[in-house]
């Protein structure tokens, strides 16, 4: 008898190892561990024995069932891990192709530059406001310092629409409507971003509608100190490099002391390149502390308070930024130079 | 404004290199745009001696000289008045060049050689012949022979370009600038004798010295409108003769940029380039009944200028006049009568002080932008006419041998009082961010002539300052802080970080909207274009609006640079199908572009109305064909899903299209979209007429929204809470009419159906089994129950309510 089931065991194992499916191993697990299997047929045979040969032969044959389970479990993995290795190769595919391409449009440039100064600029508490584009002479020069004949009108070549309504010729008349805004409210510390109209002939660096942005920060406290501070860090985290800022003194009625905001040339680092005309620095701002008399048709006392202004050309900062040395591109709106601003 | 660098030496000792100087005066607030080495092409010209002459065999009026340069003798023939023994002169040697490329070799003149040229001023600096009655150039007795040119005058030279700004009238002298210079490097100004005894620099401006000889000149000055012109001064100088002016003087005229004419015309504006005052000399003897007017124009007035034109002069122009009428333009042109001449022997010199502004508008008007214009419209010193007459005189008595008359004559309305500012240090650490001390300030302030006090005593926080009547651009307190400023250095003091204290108010509450679609836009492949405001006439009407359309009554600029600009937009459409124009032009497959910007309608009596607006536009191929499908093709629907989709994420759900939008749109293949009762905007492929108008040879469509309608329209979604229950899908297919739109369809199914999420158009089918003249549309339901399962009893009974909707509505059968 136990000759015998040495025997069997070496069939079933050998049965098992033979099985190449799933279905077949289960066909061998019913012939031999089902109900009617063989090995059940062992152990009622067993139960037939005399009490002394029971306990050897009972144990024999449990042990026999023990293997050939777990061997039949053995084999069902060995079975899966072959499909699943199986099933893996036939759904592989040529990972070498052309994928869905997602046509993306994207921003113009300058609207890129303004949201990156915007976001700088807010971090610093500056609000945006937006100021209309037609104006009146009014706002565009008389509150401004720039009375009727004065010789500042020269500089700014202006679309007059009627007698007393122009297209703006800086975002300067902003600063005025968002003082006016604010209503005496402290601190007063807004952007005005937006066109600005020029009666310039088209040129590599001149188009009759440009871009400037315009900034505005009234407090008991504001200085030249923080203009410069201000101007530092917009124009740091602008470039992403370290620029040395400059204030050179000049003049703009509506602010006194006035200054012109160099910074070192951004590709140049200062050495002096065919963009910074060799100077090292590129000017890229006026600003200055607000003339009092600004500040009084603003509605501010400038006994009380001061302010800083800045007004920043956004297509010289955009083309300093991204290499673009004629203005006619950001204008012309071609796909191919559009679609080069696509990415971040 | 052109500064000769050894010009600007004469009256400061500058302890720097050009480039040094010129960077100290940037920094200050003179911006320097350019330095230049302005160098002449002059060579082997140089200084000899005339040992003797005789005259010219056969040519009359020649002489043959021989002349010693040191280290040998030439001869030279030469008619000049001035080549004879003994004189020293400058040669031009065999092979000599002079500028314009003039090269000098040895040359016969009738059977005599002469190896060389004597040389006149207009040869030397201009490489031309002599003018009218110049003569060679004489050298001072006992100057070394053989010496060039270039050692002998200031020929080569550093030339600095200032870029000035209107406020620094003050240095449109360059004195002005030497002053500056001077202050900066805190060396002391070299007047010229004359201006010195006049303290011309001063703080209370030019004083009439102690010993001066008043004399009575014969001369009148009448100044009836003292508002036009309050001061004039009429220098008289007698025994002129003719001469041109000496070689330094025609070279420092010429590198500052001014064409050497004769001496008194030179001296002029010689003068007016040192001090900053222009004046005008005229040949005394042809003013008429020697008395000189200033008045404004009468309508219709003319002159007869120096450059031999009539003209008429605009209304209340400055006019200079004698008994016989005009003879000058104020500030701006001399006229032709009183011109000085070869003949002229008395001269009257015009030293005058005349209403900035309206000589400015007088400039601009008659187009002529005088280098005297631009410096009487900034305002002159209104202190210093004497005093720069008298130094124009003197230069003129001293190169022409002329005699100033004692005195001159003059009216004089203005009473300039000395302009006194208190200067608080407050304001200055106020403005600055700096502690200064009075000290300081009346350091740098007194270096530039201004005249400083302690104006109290027992606090020491403030100077009263005396403003130099020059400085005609300083009027208040901040005005003085620049000044300090600036010659404190902009750059000496540090950066500070704004106050901590965040503000409220002036947020724009739409920004962030409208990012929000700009972002969904790139994200649906729009390219963002930003296109001119000013657009052209003519492409509003290829459009199709015409005067009944608003669109076709834009705003007009009153003086535009060209028609093709020459109107504000009314739409973003002309800009965009402009730019998908171009782009075709350039061989761009397809295009999808966007922007977002204002628009412009007239408004009567008052500014334009702005409205903003976003405008689509798209053409061809967007999306080329792949291995895994496509292409994308623009057109209607691909668009209208766009703005379908940006309704739906700016919330508005409330949409419908009405069919057939005016033009530029294909009537049967366009609509008004309509949100919140309003409409909001157009869509649709553009008309073939305008296609045609425009040159574009593919179809296009377009889209205009409104943005400030639907940013009114645009709501905060609110949360709907997330239902327990599983969605069903069911699919339902109808046979209607081919004439029952699609959109009213789906509107209904919605509108019946209950517990549907959504409902979407899968297919169109047209052909048979579907019926002639009908089409079938097949929907796939999506119901989303809230609060319980749906049974197959509860479905059934919904698609039973949908279809009876449908027939009764459509004719709808279902298709089975
Ligand atoms: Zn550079």
């Known amino acids: ?344 | 404004m052109k500064v000769p660098w050894t010009w600007l030496n004469e009256y400061v000792d500058l302890p720097w290199e050009t480039q040094e100087a010129a960077d100290r005066l940037t920094m200050a607030g003179l911006c320097v745009e350019e330095i230049r080495y302005e160098k002449l092409d002059i060579s082997s010209v140089v200084s000899a001696k005339i040992l003797d002459v005789k005259p010219h065999p056969t040519k009359p009026g020649q002489k043959i000289g021989l002349v010693d340069t040191g280290t040998g003798e030439f001869q030279i023939v030469s008619g000049a008045p001035g080549f004879a023994k003994g004189n020293i002169i400058l040669v031009a040697l065999p092979g000599a060049t002079l500028p314009g490329g003039l090269k000098i070799e040895p040359r016969g003149l009738d059977g005599v050689v002469s190896q060389g040229m004597a040389v006149c001023s207009n040869e030397l600096l201009n490489g031309q012949p002599p003018r009218p009655f110049e003569d060679i150039i004489l050298l001072p007795p006992g100057t070394a022979l053989g010496v060039s040119a270039g050692q002998l005058f200031e020929i080569d030279d550093w030339v600095m370009e200032l870029d000035l700004t209107i406020n620094y009238s003050h240095c449109l002298g360059i004195l002005g600038v030497a002053m500056e210079a001077a202050a900066l490097a805190k060396r002391p100004l070299k007047l010229p004798k004359v201006l010195e005894a006049w303290s011309w620099a001063g703080t209370y401006g030019s004083i009439k010295p102690e010993s001066y000889d008043e004399g009575a000149p014969d001369f009148k000055i009448d100044l009836p409108e003292p508002e036009l012109c309050p001061r004039y001064v009429g220098k008289i100088v007698e025994n002129v003769r003719f001469a041109y002016s000496p070689v330094n003087i025609e070279r420092r005229l010429q590198l500052a940029g001014q064409r050497p004419l004769n001496l008194v015309v030179d001296v002029t504006n010689y003068v007016m380039l040192e001090t900053g005052q222009p004046l005008h000399a005229f040949d005394a003897d042809r003013i008429a009944g020697n008395t000189i007017i200033v008045r404004s124009s009468k309508p219709g007035e003319t002159i007869l200028t120096l450059d031999d034109a009539e003209r008429e002069l605009p209304e209340n122009t400055i006019l200079i006049t004698d008994a016989s009428g005009p003879i000058g333009v104020a500030g701006v042109m001399g006229g032709n009568t009183t011109e000085v001449t070869e003949d002229t022997k008395r001269v009257l010199i015009e030293s005058a002080y005349f209403d900035p502004l309206t000589v400015r508008l007088a400039s601009q008007k008659l187009k002529l932008r005088t280098e005297a214009a631009l410096r009487f419209e900034k305002g002159v010193d209104p202190t210093a006419q004497a005093a720069v007459a008298e130094r124009a005189a003197d230069l003129i008595a001293r190169f022409s041998g002329g005699t100033p008359v004692s005195g001159y004559a003059e009216t004089n309305h203005l009473n300039v009082e000395p302009k006194r500012i208190v200067l608080h240090m407050r304001t200055v650490e106020r403005l600055l961010g700096e502690t200064f001390s009075p000290a300081t300030c009346r350091e740098i302030l007194e270096r530039i002539n201004f005249q400083v006090e302690e104006s109290n005593a027992d606090t020491q926080e403030a100077i009263a300052v005396t403003v130099p009547p020059r400085r005609v651009d300083i009027h208040e307190e901040v005005d003085l802080v620049e000044e300090v400023a600036r010659h404190y250095g902009y750059d000496s003091f540090g950066t500070g970080d704004l106050s901590k204290a965040v503000p409220g108010g002036l947020t724009d509450p739409d920004l962030l909207c409208v990012d929000r679609i700009r972002d969904f836009l790139v994200s649906h492949g729009g390219l963002e274009c930003i296109t001119n405001s000013l657009v052209n006439p003519e492409h509003l009407a290829c459009l199709g609006w015409e005067s009944d359309d608003p669109r076709g009554n834009p705003v007009r600029l009153k003086h535009p640079l060209s028609s093709e600009e020459s109107v504000l937009r009314t739409s973003l459409l002309p800009g965009l199908i402009g730019v998908a124009a171009s782009n075709i032009r350039f061989g761009i497959q397809g295009l999808f572009i966007w922007e977002t910007g204002r628009v412009f309608f007239p408004a009567a009596d008052r500014l334009p109305i702005e409205t903003r607006q976003i405008g689509l536009v798209s053409y061809g191929r967007l999306k080329p064909k792949t291995w895994l499908g496509g292409p994308e093709e623009s057109g209607f629907y691909r668009m209208k899903g766009v703005v379908d989709s940006l309704m739906d994420l700016l919330g508005i759900s409330d949409v419908s299209y009405l069919p057939k939008a005016g033009m530029p749109f294909h009537p049967g293949r366009s609509a008004k979209i309509v949100a919140n009762m309003s409409t909001v905007g157009e869509i649709g492929d553009l008309h073939p007429v305008c296609l045609k108008h425009l040159d574009i040879p593919v179809p296009v469509t377009a889209c205009w929204l409104s943005l400030e309608a639907l940013l009114a329209v645009v709501k905060p979604k609110e949360y709907a809470s997330l239902s327990k229950f599983m969605p069903v899908e069911r699919d339902l297919a109808v046979i209607v009419p081919e004439e029952v739109s699609g959109g009213d369809v789906i509107d209904s199914i919605r509108k019946v159906g209950r517990h549907l999420a959504s409902v979407i158009l899968f297919d169109i089918w047209r052909k048979p089994p579907v019926p002639e003249g009908h089409k079938s549309l097949a929907f796939r339901l999506l119901y989303q129950p809230q609060d319980k399962t749906l049974t197959e009893e509860e479905l059934a009974e919904d698609r039973e309510r949908i279809l009876e909707e449908l027939r009764q509505r459509y004719n709808a059968v279902l298709r089975s």
């Open chain 1, 1 to 344: 008898m136990k000759h015998n089931l040495a025997e069997i065991e070496a069939r079933i194992l050998h049965e098992i190892s033979e099985a190449s499916t799933n279905d077949e191993l289960e066909r061998v697990r019913i012939k031999y561990l089902g109900k009617k299997g063989e090995i059940s047929a062992l152990l009622k045979h067993i139960g037939n024995l005399s009490p002394e040969q029971r306990p050897e032969l009972g144990a024999a044959v449990n042990t026999l069932r023990n293997k050939v389970t777990h061997r039949i479990a053995q084999r069902k993995d060995e079975l899966d891990t072959q499909a699943l290795e199986e099933s893996l190769r036939r759904d592989t595919i040529d990972v070498s192709l052309p994928g869905e391409v997602f046509e993306v449009g994207g921003l113009h440039p300058l609207t890129k530059s303004l949201r990156e100064i915007i976001s700088i600029l807010s971090s610093m508490g500056f609000t945006v406001y937006e100021s209309r584009e037609a104006e009146t002479d009014e706002m565009n020069f008389v509150k401004l310092n720039v009375p009727h004949g004065h010789p500042a009108r020269d500089m700014q070549e202006t679309f007059y629409l009627t007698d007393n309504a122009l297209m703006r010729t800086h975002t300067s008349p902003g600063q005025i409507r968002g003082m006016l805004a604010m209503d005496g409210r402290l601190p007063v510390r807004f952007i005005v971003p937006g066109r600005v109209y020029r009666r310039d002939q088209t040129d590599a660096s001149h188009h009759p509608v440009f871009h400037q942005v315009e900034g505005l920060a009234i407090h008991v406290d504001v200085t030249v100190k923080q203009l410069r501070g201000v101007i530092s860090a917009l124009m740091n985290r602008f470039f992403g490099q370290e620029v040395t800022v400059r204030l050179r003194p000049s003049y703009f009625p509506f602010t006194e002391p006035s200054c012109e905001v160099d910074i070192s040339c951004v590709f140049c680092k200062g050495d002096g390149c065919s963009v910074c005309g060799g100077s090292g620095y590129l000017e890229v701002a006026g600003a200055g502390m607000v003339h009092p008399q600004v500040l009084r048709n603003g509605g501010y006392d400038p006994d009380e308070v001061s302010g800083f202004a800045f007004g920043f050309g956004l297509d010289r900062l955009a083309m300093l930024k991204h290499g673009i040395d004629d203005i006619r591109l950001l204008y012309g709106n071609d796909k191919r130079f559009l679609s080069q601003f696509r990415g971040i």
